[in-house]
């Protein structure tokens, strides 16, 4: 079944509360309320596809134009779904695949976890990649060495970069360290050059803090 989608590019975000499914419009000139039916239908079969135990595990956002909102948004997305939930993988990849249907322009997401003295392979959305990166080798194995966010622009203008992803020009990498003791890094690539700013950067490190408190 096919419908026009031009009542839903005007929603910014839904809601549930209870069994009340809530639209927030951005004012259009004129409205059908046929479409405004057919997408509350579809939205609340989507929502009891999330139900597990009679709980909500994950809600469906439209994102607005608004960045800073959106990470917040994100943030609290990402607080629900890892609440209680202790499993380092589990939790990665339902990270993983939330960043990745959140950002734009983006063509991996994933994480590498450090083991034996090198970055492993985590969970990931993307194409097949690396398994392993030494320490200080590449964005990751630096962001390691240096322990701290790797903001690059241009990833061939970055020494000893390591192709995994030919489509990949810039990336960001943040470092998971928890009470001194190295976890991982975050790893998202983008295939346009310039794609991450300090914005990106400070939620993004929210976002890795977040997840190292259920790290135990």
Known sequence: MSRNNSFFRRVSA????????????????????????????????????????????????????????????????????????????????????????????????????WKDNELVLGPF??????????YGKGVCGTAIAERKTQLVPNVHEFPGHIVCDAASQSEIVIPMIKEDTIIGVLDIDSPIKDRFDTIDQRHLEKFVNILLTQIV
Do not use: H
Not at 37 to 59: C, E, P, S, T
Not at 90 to 100: G, M, V
Not at 102 to 110: A, M, P, R
Not at 125 to 134: D, F, H
């Open 14 to 113: 839904i809601y549930f509360i209870d069994d009340v499914c809530i639209f927030q419009i951005n004012a259009p000139s004129t409205i059908d309320f046929k479409d405004i039916f057919y997408y509350i239908v579809i939205v609340l079969m989507r929502k009891d596809l999330f139900k597990f135990g009679g709980k909500i595990m994950f809600k469906p956002i439209v994102y607005n134009e608004y960045r800073e909102n959106n990470y917040v948004t994100v943030l609290q997305q990402l607080t629900s779904l890892i609440d209680g939930e202790t499993d380092l993988i589990a939790n990665l990849a339902n990270a993983a695949a939330l960043l990745n249907q959140f950002l734009t322009e983006v063509n991996w997401v994933g994480f590498y976890l």
């Open 125 to 134: 959305q993307g194409l097949p990649a690396c398994i392993r990166i030494p």
